[in-house]
C-alpha cells in the first residue's frame, strides 16, 4: 500500500492473505488526480447493459405520451422516484435478429444482436462450419475504460448456461451477451462466490482461496492492520467513507456465506442445486446488483453485462403468482390471463432494476453518485414475444453518464429504427472510440 502525505493514489489496495481490495474513491485520492490541473477530478464513467428475455408486453411497457411529461406505463411504475435519471426508448429495432431465410431460432438471434448489431451465422447460406458473429459494445468499451482497472469487464448471469429449451441449434448464444472477438463468446457467471472472489480474491485456485475463506473467517479479517494503518492517515470524512465500504463488503460475503450453507443442508433433497446460489430470484439478483455496485464503487471495473434471464428462460415467479414458466407466458396467445401474467414478470424485473438503481443513486462517488456517472441500458433483443418480432424493443437509460445523459424523457423513434443508432450514441457519450459504424447503424441517436 502506497501512502504519501499529500495524498493517496487512486489505485491503492489493502492486501492480505489471498485477498487484494480495492478501495472506494476516497477524499484523500483527489488532490492526487488533479493536483495538476488544480480542478476537481474527472470523475469515472461506468456502463452496464442488463439484458431481459423474451419480449414484452408493449402496450403496458411504452409510456402513452413522449417528452419530459411522460406518465410512466404500468411495467415501468417501480421507476417512477428514479425519474429524473431514467430515459425511455421506444421505436427501435434490431433487423438483423430476423431470419433472412435462416428458419427458427429468433431467440437466439434476438441475444446474438443486441450488443453487435449483426446478424447471426447462416449456415445453409455461407457453408461456415463455425460460429460467427461480432465483438460486442461492451468489449469494445472495456479496451478502452478497462485500461486502469484490474477487471476490464464482469459477466453476470442469473441462470446457469443450457442447453435444454433453446429454439435452434445455436442456442448457446442465448447463454451470454458478450463476445470478445467474432468468435469468442465469453461466459457469464452465475454464482456470487465466485464473483466474489473474482474481486476480490489475489491468485490461487478457487479450492485454495475457499480453503483461505474458512481459515481467517472472512477476507476482511486478513487485512485488518491495513485497515488499522490506514484509517491513521485518513480525516473523519474518509474514515466514515472506507467504514461504510467494508462493511458493505462484509455484508455481502456474509450472503454469499449464507447461501453456500443452506445449498449444503438442502444437498441431499437436491442434489443438482448449486450450493453458492441463493434460495430466490430476489435475493440472487439482489446479491448480484450488490456486488455490481462494490465493483463499482472500487473501481475494480467500469463494464458490467448482466443476463437477468435467458431466451425461453423456464423460470416460474410464484412469489408474485405466476406460476408459469416465464417463456410460456410470453407465447400467451393473447390470452388475458397469460397476457397478465407476463406483464407481472416485466414489472417484477422492473422492480429488481429499481433497487439497483437506488443503489448506485445512494452510493457516493467523487462529487455526485455512482447513478450519476454510469450509462446503464436495460432492455432485450425480442419485441413482442408473443410474435418473436424484433421491432419496438423494450429499452430504457439510466443514469447520468457524468452529465452527458439527461433523464426524465421518453424518446419516441420511427418504428424500425436501428437499434445500434444506440449503441453508437452510448459510446460516444462515455467517450470510448468506435468505429464509423456498429452493427447496421446508420447514424448516431438523435435527442439522447
Keep these: 500500500m502506497i501512502i504519501t502525505k499529500k495524498s493517496l493514489p487512486r489505485r491503492t489496495f489493502l492486501r492480505g492473505m489471498g485477498v487484494t481490495m480495492a478501495l472506494p474513491l476516497l477524499d484523500a485520492m483527489v488532490p492526487a488526480l488533479s493536483a495538476l490541473a488544480q480542478t476537481p477530478a474527472k470523475p469515472v464513467r461506468r456502463l452496464g447493459f442488463i439484458y431481459i428475455p ?108 443450457t442447453q435444454i429449451g433453446c429454439d435452434s441449434e445455436d442456442c448457446f448464444f442465448s447463454n451470454t451477451i458478450s463476445w470478445r472477438s467474432a468468435t469468442t463468446p465469453l461466459p457469464m457467471e452465475a454464482h456470487p462466490r465466485v464473483v466474489f472472489e473474482r474481486l476480490f480474491g489475489d491468485g490461487g485456485t478457487p479450492a485454495q482461496r475457499l480453503a483461505q475463506a474458512r481459515k481467517t473467517g472472512t477476507i476482511l ?7 488499522a494503518g490506514l484509517e491513521k492517515t485518513l480525516g473523519s470524512s474518509d474514515r466514515t467513507k ?24 438442502s444437498e441431499l433433497s437436491l442434489p443438482d442445486r448449486p450450493s453458492d446460489i441463493p434460495e430466490t430470484f430476489e435475493e440472487h439478483a439482489k446479491l448480484m446488483f450488490d456486488l455490481q455496485v462494490v465493483a463499482y464503487q472500487a473501481d475494480i471495473t467500469r463494464v ?19 406460476p408459469e414458466q416465464h417463456h410460456s407466458c410470453s407465447h400467451h396467445i393473447n390470452n388475458p390471463k397469460l397476457i397478465a401474467r407476463k406483464a407481472k414478470i416485466d414489472q417484477y424485473h422492473v422492480q429488481l432494476l429499481g433497487y439497483y438503481l437506488k443503489r448506485l443513486r445512494d452510493t457516493a ?3 455526485g453518485s455512482l447513478l450519476d456517472h454510469s450509462l446503464i441500458l436495460y432492455g432485450g433483443g425480442l419485441g413482442n414475444g408473443n410474435l418473436h418480432d424484433h421491432v419496438n424493443l423494450p429499452c430504457l437509460l439510466a443514469g447520468g453518464a457524468a452529465g452527458q445523459l439527461k433523464g426524465g424523457r421518453h424518446l419516441a423513434y420511427p418504428e424500425r429504427t436501428p437499434m445500434t443508432n444506440l449503441l453508437l450514441t452510448m459510446m460516444d457519450k462515455v467517450g470510448v472510440p468506435t468505429p464509423e459504424k ?5 447514424t448516431h441517436l438523435s435527442g439522447v
Design 242 to 265: 472506507l467504514g461504510e465500504y467494508l462493511e458493505a463488503v462484509r455484508e455481502l460475503e456474509q450472503r454469499v456465506q449464507i447461501a453456500e450453507q443452506r445449498g449444503a443442508e
Design 438 to 442: 456498429i452493427g447496421d447503424s446508420t
Design 304 to 322: 458490467v453485462t448482466m443476463l437477468l434471464a435467458r431466451e425461453t428462460s423456464t423460470l416460474t415467479y410464484e412469489n408474485i403468482g405466476v
Design 221 to 227: 479479517d486478513s487485512v485488518t492492520k491495513e485497515v
Design 54 to 161: 423474451n419480449g414484452t408486453i408493449q402496450n403496458m411497457w411504452v409510456p402513452a405520451t413522449t417528452g419530459a411529461g411522460f406518465e410512466f406505463s404500468p411495467i415501468l411504475s417501480p421507476l417512477a422516484s428514479l425519474r429524473d435519471r431514467i430515459v425511455v426508448l421506444s421505436g427501435l429495432a434490431h433487423s438483423q435478429a430476423d431470419s433472412l431465410g435462416d428458419g427458427n431460432g429468433d431467440h437466439a438471434r434476438a441475444t446474438a444482436v443486441w450488443l453487435t448489431g449483426v446478424h447471426a451465422y447462416d449456415r445453409d447460406r455461407t457453408g461456415v462450419a463455425g460460429v460467427q458473429l461480432s465483438t460486442t459494445v461492451d468489449q469494445i468499451a472495456a479496451r478502452e475504460l478497462g485500461k486502469d482497472t484490474r477487471l476490464p469487464s464482469l459477466e453476470l448471469s442469473l441462470e446457469k448456461p
Design 365 to 367: 462517488d467523487g462529487d
